[in-house]
């Protein structure tokens, strides 16, 4: 079948994706970060299960995938920004 609906896809960060973008029915949280170009060391992977049901995602634990999943992917920690951009153009 190939019905665009019915294939093997989940939402990161509200993002589809899909076996094109090489999505396997089991994922690590590292695999589901790399799809929004997170790097693993700096990742954070959340399975988005509704309202206030966020459930972390380990990142070396293959975990079965559910067709439509929702997965929050956030950066632990950001180096630069804003504030350093704009200390580096005042000063």
Do not use: C, W, Y
Request: glycine fraction near 6%; charge should be negative; hydrophobic fraction near 45%.
């Amino acid at each position: 079948m190939n019905d665009r609906n019915s294939e093997l896809h989940i939402f990161v960060n509200r993002r589809r994706f899909d076996a094109t973008h090489g999505l396997t029915k089991r994922v690590t949280g590292a695999e589901i970060a790399a799809l929004v170009n997170v790097p693993r060391m700096n990742a954070v992977v959340e399975h988005d299960a509704g309202v206030d049901a966020l459930t972390p995602v380990d990142l070396d634990t293959p975990i079965d995938i559910e067709n439509g999943a929702q997965f929050l992917v956030t950066r632990e920690f950001v180096l630069g920004g804003a504030n350093d951009a704009r200390e580096r153009i005042l000063s």
